[in-house]
């Protein structure tokens, strides 16, 4: 019963009214009822003072006449006056025949001093009301009593208890309705936000939650719930790439190697053509295995999964590494490769092995695409926090329908396909630098050249 949050918040919600309720009528019951009881005592306080007075200016008689009349007019059952001499004799009084079962002569009053005064609630068993008592000590030794009955007062307090309590019934039934009804209503955006989470399917991942007016916190679940929607469905078409690219870009090698293996297979083939055969099935599967590894590092990269190492790497030194490692093939093409790598140390942290990968795949790019005799110019520098690799070649160029679709996995330009390569190299360093929080730039002008920024920020100071 308690499972949901709703019944949860409407317990804890009647729980509150009911002890606000309980505590509110406590204060007032006890504050009400004090002072009542202060202004029963005040009068008691007041006419025991003029009675002493009374009696002491004017004597017995008059007193004994004045108690009389002020009981018969207060009520002879309503009020009693009694005047005691010290030897307890009762000297002068009212009517006491409603007042049996009260003592009248307390033993330890005996101790009250001149002019002292006590006061005392009195329950009379048989009639099942309080009186109220003061007792005072008049100057003579003289004890004066009187006693009021307190019934209306306490009739008054229980109804005053009744009335609350069904009060407090009704608060807390109101409590427990309202409460249910906030909680159902804070609630109602979680559960909308369920629903549409529960009707969001593998056939309809692109469906969201619709923005309400529950409060800025269902918003913000709806939106976190959206959001994650968004990146499962970014990882979904990134797996339905891969596999569409599997499908058809492997599908060309693996023709070529059946090819290969049906000539030879059905021809005049001697030992040798076996031998070449092999040899190039080797070499197929062997770049096979490099693109299917490099498309799985995209992947990984991209989708956030890769797990890169952070180290400290200076730019400069894994860029001129890369220099040496493609100046004798630039060598080879006659090309002048540049490399400007400036003394100052430039930091940041790295994954080294898959950004010299990255790097390599553009110097190479720059190299390939540049007829012999041309040149490839690379320089590092920084910009800020930023660290820039610069790759310029005075190559063939891109065409510029060709510019926004490099990066795309096995996209190759259509003047490159005399070259080798997959139209994965791009691909690679681009996941890679986004995946450091960078970004590649690209400027070209067909038959000029083509120049590659790679940006990396993030660096770190040397101490
Ligand atoms: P590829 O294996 O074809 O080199 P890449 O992903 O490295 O694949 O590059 C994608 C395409 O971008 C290339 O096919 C080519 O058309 C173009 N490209 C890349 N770098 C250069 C460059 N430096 N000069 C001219 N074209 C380039």
Known sequence: ???TLTSRLTVRYTILFAVLSIVVFVIVYATLSSSMKQKVDKELQEEVVEF?????????????????????????????????????????SSDLSSWQGIDFMPDDLDELGENQHVLRTISIPDR?????????RLVDGHLLEIGVSVEDKDALMAMYREMFLTAIMVMILCGSIMGR??????????????????????????????????????????????????????????????TNNIAHDLRSPITRIRGIAETTATGEAGIEEYREMAGIIVEECDRLVEMINTMLEIATADSGLAKFSHEPVNVGELVAQSCDLFSPLAEEKSIVLECKIPPESIKIETDIARLQRAVANI????????????????????????????IADSGIGIVPSDLPRIFERFYRGDHSRSSSGNGLGLSYADAVIRAHGGKILVESLQTKGSSFTVVLPGIIESS
């Open 1 to 3: 019963m308690f499972r």
């Open 52 to 92: 002493g007075g009374l009696y002491q200016a004017q004597g017995l008689a008059t007193l004994d006449a004045v108690l009389q009349h002020e009981a018969a007019s207060e009520g002879l059952d309503r009020a009693f006056f009694l005047l005691l001499s010290p030897e307890k004799e009762i000297r002068a």
């Open 128 to 136: 099942a009301r309080n009186v109220r008592v003061i007792y005072k």
């Open 181 to 242: 009804f906030t909680a159902r209503r804070a609630m109602s955006g979680v559960e909308r936000v369920t629903q549409a989470a529960v009707s969001i399917g593998k056939d309809n991942i692109n469906q969201r939650v619709l923005p309400g007016n529950e409060g800025a916190e269902i918003d913000g679940l709806a939106t976190a719930f959206n959001d994650m929607l968004a990146r499962i469905q970014n990882l979904l078409a990134e797996l339905q790439d891969v």
């Open 363 to 390: 110097l190479d790019n720059a190299i390939k695409y540049t007829p012999d005799g041309g040149t490839v110019s690379v320089k590092v520098e920084r910009d800020g926090q930023t660290a820039m690799i610069l």
